[in-house]
Each structure stands twice: as structure tokens, then as C-alpha cells.
């Protein structure tokens, strides 16, 4: 099994930066894909950025050129670096996992002010 792990949530405001990061514990070989999700009360939980274990990203439209998706294969994490945040960003930020299972972290709850 694989454990997730996420932290760097918080309250900013609007146009500030977070980082989130996502530790990966147990079964970690056989992660191919690792990502980020979000969900807002009343929405469903969307895709937010997804990398590969070769590099390879695919970010959802409404956050191109303000958030970043990174991996370090080493340390078995992965990061969200957020910029220019919105109050539209407000959710809870979930990392997930793909490998042999898909795997989800308990999420962290980002809130950003007007």
C-alpha cells in the first residue's frame, strides 16, 4: 500500500503563493503518476495538475501559468507551487497517486482571501 501525505496548506491572500508538498510512504516503486486534485463544497473534485515519473505534466486550464507541478523521483515527493491565487482557488487540495492502485492523501485545506 501507499501512503500520502500532503502539507503547505493555508490562508493567503489573494494574488499570494503556497507550496504543497506530498510525501509518499510504502509501496512508492510502482508509482508511475502523481498529482494534485481539488474539491470545493458543492463541486466535484477536479483535476488540478498531474506529472509523470519522467517529467511529463498536464495542468488544467484554469490554473496554466499560475501553478506548477514538480517531482522529486528521490524523495518521493511531489509539489504544487501556486502563484497569483484567486479565492476561486479555495479548496481542499488532494495529492494523489497511480501505480498498480490510485491512491489518495487526506488533503489540505488551501483558503485564499479577497
Known amino acids: 500500500q501507499v501512503q500520502l501525505v500532503e502539507s503547505g496548506g493555508g490562508l493567503v491572500q489573494a494574488g499570494g503563493s503556497l507550496r504543497l508538498s506530498c510525501a509518499a510512504s510504502?509501496?512508492?516503486?510502482?508509482?508511475?503518476?502523481m498529482g494534485w486534485y481539488r474539491q470545493s463544497p458543492g463541486k466535484q473534485r477536479e483535476l488540478v495538475a498531474v506529472?509523470?515519473?519522467?517529467?511529463?505534466?498536464n495542468v488544467a486550464s484554469s490554473v496554466k501559468g499560475r501553478f506548477t507541478i514538480s517531482r522529486d523521483n528521490f524523495k518521493n515527493m511531489v509539489y504544487l507551487q501556486m502563484n497569483s491565487l484567486k479565492p476561486e482557488d479555495t479548496a481542499v487540495y488532494y495529492c494523489?497517486?497511480?501505480?498498480?492502485?490510485?491512491?489518495w492523501g487526506q488533503g489540505t485545506q488551501v483558503t485564499v482571501s479577497s
Open positions: 494523489h497517486a497511480f501505480g498498480l492502485k490510485v491512491y
Open positions: 510504502g509501496s512508492i516503486f510502482s508509482i508511475n503518476v
Open positions: 506529472i509523470s515519473s519522467d517529467g511529463a505534466t
